[in-house]
């Protein structure tokens, strides 16, 4: 289950950071994606959670927040070491 709802807000994030005319196509090829399915919930990874960070940290870092970007990087560097 929390593997679904950091797809989801990861595809909400690529929402944001994409522009009008493409941000259906992102969202889809995001959620669609058969790689993202497969290791997410077939192969039971858990590689979505530090890409969840990332995608987010992209999102501050079009707003101009480094602070917040550098720590949300170091919270996903810091969780893919963590969890493996």
Known sequence: MPYLVLDLLSGYSILKLV???HKEFAF?????NP??????YIFGQIDIIPTF??????HY????Y???L?????LS????????
Request: charged letters at 10%; a positive charge.
């Open 35 to 40: 790689i993202v399915i497969y290791i997410s």
């Open 61 to 64: 870092a079009r707003k101009v």
């Open 53 to 58: 960070f990332v995608i987010f940290a992209l």
């Open 77 to 84: 560097i810091s969780m893919l070491s963590y969890l493996f």
């Open 19 to 21: 522009d009008n005319h």
């Open 66 to 68: 480094p602070i917040l």
């Open 70 to 74: 550098i720590l949300l990087i170091i």
């Open 28 to 32: 889809a090829l995001w959620i669609l």
